[in-house]
């Protein structure tokens, strides 16, 4: 069973930065295809940025293109999330899943609060 555990998240002011960790419990992480996704009250949960296991490719939401990186470290078996110019709208409980299936990511991280405020 992969576990998923997210940190970095925290108050902010807008135009600020913060960078989200995903750290992943086993090796076999490696192969997974990675993504963050956040979450408002009342909202569906919302995709951000993808990583894909094999060439390292990248996706984003239009709403943070250019403004969020997301890269993977193998050797820590963690992923990250680095947000600039952040906005009050990113303000959202941001969530790191690993293993895309038909029916969606197979597992998922407990959340990070990300709060930014005007």
């Known amino acids: 069973q992969v576990q998923l555990v997210e940190s970095g998240g925290g108050l902010v002011q807008a135009g600020g930065s913060l960078r989200l960790s995903c750290a992943a419990s086993?090796?076999?992480?490696?192969?997974?295809?990675m993504a963050w996704f956040r979450q408002t009250p009342g909202n569906d949960r919302e995709f951000v940025a993808a990583?894909?296991?094999?060439?390292?490719?990248?996706s984003y939401a239009d709403s943070v293109k250019g403004r969020g990186t997301i890269s993977r470290d193998f050797a820590k078996n963690t992923i990250y999330l680095q947000m600039n110019s952040l906005k009050p709208e990113d303000t959202a409980v941001y969530y790191c899943?690993?293993?895309?299936?038909?029916?969606?990511?197979?597992?998922w991280g407990q959340g990070t609060q990300v709060t930014v405020s005007s």
């Open positions: 990583i894909s296991w094999i060439g390292g490719r990248t």
């Open positions: 086993e090796r076999t992480f490696s192969t997974y295809s």
């Open positions: 899943a690993a293993n895309p299936t038909s029916s969606g990511y197979a597992y």
